[in-house]
């Protein structure tokens, strides 16, 4: 019985006030938290606000000691075409969808001469990579690759190839942390003088869609070769002891071989650069371990992964803006976790903005957002309900109450002073055919005749005329008024009443 009660309480519920809530909360929890730091430590990895071993603070204070200046998007990449100063767009270890208006945004910040770093694994980096090839492949033609014993680039597209790099030649204590050894003067790619050793975690590889200039042919390959020789492709490659695991969740618990079916034997590119700035264009640098960047492995002693970073932030800031606009849009809790992801900020502030930025990025719907908002909320709004049925049983039950009493609390009571209004109106007309012998209806006009006629000294006429009409308006459209004017005709219609009903005639 008590199941039942529950479940009749819960549908009276009202939806549209439950969303209200809802949207009231995502508004103020920001504020409070902000307020009582409850939730500033970060809970997403790859975040700069993040100062645990997953998190990039370490990332944001070396490049701030370097004289940049840390821009986090919050919001949407659709924030990027309201920027009037470019800068380097760092992308590491997304998790949440693009779509297809930010692709087009990134599209508009790389032409416009703003560089890309996108450093992921596993994550949705590909979601914007297909962009990033649409742009490339004009430009393949003008990337020098004659330092690669190449006229030119056999190349149609990137990726991330979504497989485990293992190496088991050159690696900190297992094969699915590989280190990188191998770093290779890119035509037009960022130095790397100084730069030994960098630490990797779980990294995948990058794969290349290949371009036969003979055959018009194309395939996806995880490495080039010429005249059946491996060609090291990027800035950053794995030893020749590597192969891509395809088995991920096995190597994940330590257990892990090369198969025959998968790539193996082959150095396979961790970085790659793809130098557009000579064209006027932005550079971008696809890395496909996106731990190279993160506290720990930057903080380890007797590895490069520092250096590295400086070397590559200092290529991508071409036109030397100083300016890193860092993606937190698309990073988000994992493992245990994700409970500090309720009391966090920054994802009630994402929320709200990630909708105003996918309203205000085109100029002709951005003036309509306004309207587009109150209409949202109008709808949803709470709206004032109508009383519940009067039931005479109810009125019999309190004898002493008369039906006229009763109706009117009634009304009071959910204030529709317009229906009290017409009570009160309709017991005028009872009394004046009673007091008058009438059978006809009574309006108005016909009142006013009638008080003429048996009352020509008693009676304001042009007010009485300037109340009934008011009345009979009001009535008629069933239109909303204040208690305050409900209240002013009440009194002027006692006084009409009480004079001509109390008066012998």
Not at 51 to 68: A, I, K, M, N
Not at 108 to 117: A, D, E, K, L
């Amino acid at each position: 019985m008590a199941k039942k009660e529950k479940k009749t309480v819960f549908s009276r519920i009202d939806k549209d006030a439950f969303l209200l809530s809802i949207i009231f909360i995502i508004f103020c929890l920001p504020l409070f938290l902000s307020f009582t730091r409850i939730g500033q430590e970060g809970s997403r990895q790859f975040s700069i606000y993040n100062t645990g071993w997953d998190g990039t603070s370490d990332l944001r204070v070396q490049l701030e000691q370097q004289g940049f200046e840390f821009h986090p998007v919050v919001s949407t990449l659709n924030a990027l075409t309201r920027l009037d100063e470019m800068g380097v767009l760092t992308i590491i270890g997304p998790t949440i969808f693009f779509d297809p208006t930010e692709t087009a945004a990134l599209a508009y910040f790389i032409m416009r001469g703003g560089s890309v770093i996108i450093a992921d694994d596993f994550g949705r980096a590909n979601d914007i990579l297909g962009i990033v090839n649409t742009i490339l492949r004009p430009f393949v033609s003008s990337i020098n690759t004659s330092g690669l014993g190449l006229s030119t680039l056999p190349l149609a597209g990137i990726k991330i190839n979504g497989s485990l790099l293992m190496d088991a030649q050159s690696y900190y204590r297992s094969p699915v942390m590989p280190i990188l050894r191998n770093f290779i003067d890119f035509p037009g790619g960022p130095s790397l003088s100084g730069v030994s050793r960098v630490i990797t975690s779980y990294p995948s590889s990058i794969s290349f869609l290949g371009f036969n200039n003979e055959t018009g042919e194309t395939r996806w390959v995880p490495t080039f070769s010429y005249q059946g020789v491996p060609i090291p492709s990027g800035i950053a490659v794995s030893s020749s002891n590597s192969w891509l695991e395809t088995d991920i969740a096995s190597a994940k618990k330590g257990v892990y071989y090369p198969d025959e079916y998968e790539w193996r034997g082959v150095p396979f590119s961790v970085m790659v650069p793809l130098p557009l700035s000579a064209i006027g264009v932005g550079n971008i640098l696809i890395c496909s371990d996106p731990s190279i960047f993160i506290n720990e492995l930057m903080e380890m002693p007797n590895y490069d992964n520092a250096e590295l970073t400086n070397r590559i932030f200092e290529w991508l800031d071409w036109n030397n803006t100083g300016r890193i606009y860092y993606d937190e849009s698309h990073l988000s809790s994992s493992g245990g976790r994700v409970f500090l992801s309720i009391i966090d900020p920054f994802s009630y502030v994402s929320l709200y903005l990630r909708y105003v930025d996918s309203f205000t990025m085109f100029p002709l719907l951005a003036p309509l957002f306004p309207l587009i908002t109150f209409l949202f909320l109008r709808r949803r709004y709470p709206k004032s309900k109508g009383p519940s049925p009067l039931l005479m049983t109810k009125i019999k039950q309190q004898r002493s109450r008369s039906f006229f009493a009763a109706k009117m609390a009634w009304y009071m009571n959910y204030q529709q002073f317009a229906n009290a209004l017409n009570l009160i109106y309709n017991r005028l007309h009872r009394r004046f055919k009673k007091k008058f012998g009438l059978d006809d209806e009574l309006n108005a006009e016909t009142i006013i005749g009638l008080l003429q006629t048996h009352f020509p000294y008693d009676f304001n006429f042009k007010k009485v005329q300037e109340t009934l009409n008011r009345v009979e308006l009001i009535i008629r459209k069933a239109k909303k008024i204040s208690e305050e004017e409900f209240t002013q005709l009440v009194i002027e219609l006692k006084d009409i009443e009480d004079t001509a009903t109390k008066t012998t005639i």
